[in-house]
Structures are given as structure tokens and as C-alpha cells.
């Protein structure tokens, strides 16, 4: 089992910066992949960017060039760095641990950027 437990977001304006941290414990040696996700209320939860284990990224269009992922695998830690926020960013962004097995989820963490 995987316990992710996510920190930061808030509300910032547009064009501001925000930081979310996932922090997994557990059998954290079974996962592959971490990354979030995020869910704007009446939409779908879409995949907003990706790390491997070994430092591979992966991101929405929508966000390239504005949020960077990175991991600090001796922490078992995952950040996602926001900067130049746009209100349609706005949503609950959640946590995400892939292993060979299953994904686990973290709790969400509410980021609102104002116009």
C-alpha cells in the first residue's frame, strides 16, 4: 500500500506562482511513476503532468513551458512548480502514484487563481 499526502496550493492571481508537494510513504520502492492530475468542477479529470522514477517528465500541452514536476526519489517527494497561473488553471489537483500494480491517489489540493 501507498499513502500520498499533499501539501500547498491556495489561491493566487493570474499570472502568480504556486507550489503543491505530494509526499508518499509506504512501499514507496513500488513506484514507477508520480504525477498529478486535476478536476475543474463539471470537467473531467485530466492529467496535468508526469515523472518517472528515473527523472523522465512528461506534460499537458496546456501547462508545458509554465509548470515543472520534479521528485526527490531519497524523500519520496513529488513537486509541481506553477508560474504564470491563468484562472482556467483553476481546479483541485490531485496526487497520483503509479506502481506495477495500481495508481493511489492523494487527497487533492485546491488551487485558485483569480482573474
Known amino acids: 500500500q501507498v499513502q500520498l499526502v499533499e501539501s500547498g496550493g491556495g489561491l493566487v492571481q493570474a499570472g502568480g506562482s504556486l507550489r503543491v508537494s505530494c509526499a508518499a510513504s509506504?512501499?514507496?520502492?513500488?513506484?514507477?511513476?508520480m504525477g498529478w492530475y486535476r478536476q475543474a468542477p463539471g470537467k473531467q479529470r485530466e492529467l496535468v503532468a508526469t515523472?518517472?522514477?528515473?527523472?523522465?517528465?512528461n506534460y499537458a500541452d496546456s501547462v508545458k513551458d509554465r509548470f515543472t514536476i520534479s521528485r526527490d526519489n531519497a524523500k519520496n517527494t513529488a513537486f509541481l512548480q506553477m508560474t504564470s497561473l491563468k484562472p482556467e488553471d483553476t481546479a483541485v489537483y490531485y496526487c497520483?502514484?503509479?506502481?506495477?500494480?495500481?495508481?493511489?491517489w492523494g487527497q487533492g489540493a485546491q488551487v485558485t487563481v483569480s482573474s
Open positions: 497520483y502514484a503509479q506502481t506495477q500494480v495500481r495508481a493511489y
Open positions: 509506504g512501499s514507496v520502492w513500488n513506484i514507477a511513476v
Open positions: 515523472i518517472t522514477r528515473g527523472g523522465t517528465t
